[in-house]
């Protein structure tokens, strides 16, 4: 790891010190297979707990090992979520046992501390000039991502099939192109799959019973869709509204999209909600505050074994 001399250097958007965002990077990644979840609370509802499956756990290049989900359109870590508003980490959780934990577990430790050593090539660079992905990971959680098609209006729901750790410590979702699709299923190296954060179009990540409540056309799902939406375009109208936020364009719509993803339960699981993959054409609900934004809207669902591009009306 080249080491960062000058501590006075400061990163523009995050305004801490180089040498610290180093020390911060992950380097090494270990998906959560047991159902651990994160617990989270926000001014919206004080006395209630939110959950959210832990995507996978990471470690820092300083050593500390902590919890990643997808928040917004980002990876980020559970600790670092502090926002009131939009939601402010309260630990992690073991619905089996009903715990609440605040450190990674010990075997998670391990297993990222063993593997590091053993496949860490002791290459250091004094700087990345290209990016490139260093691990891969199934995603074992259900995430979906959220494209958004300005020219037809229309909202693509997309599963994600792996993710990949870049060398530059970010992480970003594989998603299937279904014209490239020639085998299934998908396989994390498979040469149909793409990086979301490439993609022009690419807007949010969601939780897999959320993403199904939009498929099954649920109206509270829509509406907080609509007005994610709504409140974007008035942020690009005005750009100094906008605020980088724990992954968050505008910090103004997570409090949306987290309401969306999450159910009013204490301390449960969200993601037990059951769908298939269809393609829809959604009709907004008679009684909806955000008609006008949402009866703009066509939501259509991507299958991996899908050849193409394809619409149905109900």
Not at 89 to 98: A, R
Not at 115 to 128: K, T
Not at 206 to 222: C, G, R, S, T
Not at 244 to 266: R, V
Request: with cysteine; aromatic share 8%; charged share 30%.
């Amino acid at each position: 790891m080249p080491e960062i001399q000058d501590r006075k250097v400061i990163d523009f958007f995050s305004g801490k010190a180089l040498q610290d965002l180093a020390q911060e990077k992950i380097i090494r990644l270990a998906p959560e297979l047991d159902g651990l979840s994160m617990l989270y609370s926000n001014e919206s509802n004080p006395d209630t707990f939110f959950d959210m499956k832990i995507l996978c756990w990471g470690l820092k290049w300083n050593g500390e090992v902590v919890g990643l989900v997808p928040w917004l359109n980002q990876i980020v870590p559970c600790t670092e979520i502090k926002d009131p508003l939009n939601g402010s980490w309260d630990g992690y959780y073991d619905k089996d046992t009903d715990t609440i934990f605040y450190d990674a577990p010990m075997h998670k430790v391990v297993e990222l501390e063993t593997a590091f050593a053993y496949f860490d090539d002791d290459e250091e660079e004094d700087d990345i000039t290209e990016r490139y992905p260093i691990q891969k990971i199934p995603d074992a959680i259900g995430t979906h991502a959220m494209l958004m098609n300005e020219d037809s209006n229309s909202l693509i729901l997309t599963e994600v099939n792996s993710w990949q750790l870049m060398n530059d410590g970010t992480i970003t979702a594989m998603l299937p192109d279904p014209k490239k699709v020639t085998t299934t299923p998908i396989l994390m190296d498979d040469e149909c799959l793409y990086r979301s954060d490439e993609h022009p179009q690419f807007r949010y990540y969601f939780q897999h019973h959320i993403a199904n409540q939009l498929k099954n056309k649920d109206p509270e799902a829509l509406d907080a869709i609509a007005l994610l939406l709504e409140r974007e375009q008035e942020a690009a109208q005005n750009p100094a509204s906008g605020k980088e936020n724990n992954g968050s364009e505008n910090p103004e719509h997570a409090d949306n999209i987290n309401a969306a993803q999450d159910a009013p339960q204490e301390q449960t699981d969200p993601h037990s909600a059951e769908g298939t993959s269809t393609d829809i054409s959604t009709q907004e609900p008679e009684e909806s505050t955000k008609e006008q934004t949402a009866e703009l809207i066509t939501l259509r669902t991507e299958h991996a074994h899908d050849t193409g591009d394809s619409e149905r009306d109900d």
